[in-house]
């Protein structure tokens, strides 16, 4: 179902950090090299070196025609594609920047961070509205519902932390993993939040419930990254065990696994994030190995 179709090679350092353009066939790579790397999937190329970076780059947000990087200084810029620059440079936290995302109805910005806080920016000015002491550990991942009206973080202690979006009151505290949270996601159409974890495990939540459904023994290592499909019953997951698998949205059958075991070729270490093309018809993927691959999707 998803066959190797181009790697891009170029960064001299792991990719920690993917994410698509607004503009189509267009993507953003950034990790230890110290800048942010365009490039294009119509023409299957480098494009350029679109801006340098103070320190390690842990996490890139898109949203309105601007790319957020979140930098393991604890700072975040904001680089807007209009203007063609750094339009701000906020020293956002203490510690390195491990999440970030968007409330679009409420023009929010939140950023996460190893100081164990969640903090909330106005996108209007940039400034800070509140910063939500979250956990004594690192909050590693951010998802928002697709109503917006519910945020869940990750935490290096295990534990989910779901908080009501409108004014950020916490609504529960998921306590089923045994090891750090690395990766969550909202199904794109509410049905369910699904976890990943150091402890290798994938973990479904029903909604509005939040009530553990099922827990799936996905992988050897740590679960990274959790992708969903934007059209089709379809969710990726990579993971610390150097693997790629696809699998069923609704009934989490496991339909494909990338890995050079299973096929001979693949990413030869951690594979850290995964996107979904424009279009749906590819899956991009990045690690420790340096490079992206992309994975044409066949029906």
Request: with cysteine.
């Amino acid at each position: 179902m998803l066959r190797h179709l181009h790697t891009f090679t170029g960064h001299q350092n792991p990719i920690y950090a993917l994410v698509k353009s607004d503009k189509e066939g267009i993507f953003f790579t950034a990790g230890n090299d110290k800048g942010v790397v365009e490039w294009s999937l119509k023409k299957m190329a480098f494009v350029m070196v679109k801006l340098p970076v103070q320190s390690s780059v842990y996490y890139l947000h898109n949203y309105n025609n601007q790319l957020f990087i979140g930098e393991r200084s604890g700072a975040f810029s904001v680089f807007d594609f209009e203007k063609q620059e750094v339009v701000a440079r906020i020293n956002a936290h203490p510690k390195p920047i491990f999440g970030m995302a968007t409330i679009a109805t409420k023009k929010e910005l939140l950023t996460s961070s190893e100081d164990g806080t969640v903090a909330i920016w106005s996108l209007n000015d940039f400034s800070e509205i509140y910063r939500l002491p979250i956990s004594n550990e690192t909050v590693r991942c951010i998802a928002v519902s697709p109503d917006e009206k519910e945020v869940a973080f990750g935490c290096k202690d295990g534990t989910i932390h779901i908080y009501h979006a409108q004014d950020y009151s916490l609504k529960h505290v998921l306590k089923e993993h045994t090891m750090a949270i690395t990766s969550i996601a909202y199904h794109p159409f509410g049905k369910y939040l699904i976890s990943g974890s150091r402890d290798a495990q994938l973990k479904i939540w029903d909604l509005p419930t939040y009530e553990l459904s099922k827990s799936i023994p996905a992988h050897m290592f740590g679960i990274y990254d959790i992708a969903f499909h934007l059209t089709l019953p379809y969710f990726a997951t990579a993971s610390q065990d150097k693997s790629i698998k696809l699998w069923d949205a609704e009934n989490f059958k496991l339909y494909k696994i990338i890995s050079i075991e299973k096929m001979g070729f693949g990413h030869s270490h951690s594979i850290n994030k995964l996107t979904w093309s424009h279009d749906g018809s590819k899956l991009l993927s990045t690690g420790d190995d340096k490079k992206v691959m992309v994975w044409e999707l066949e029906s």
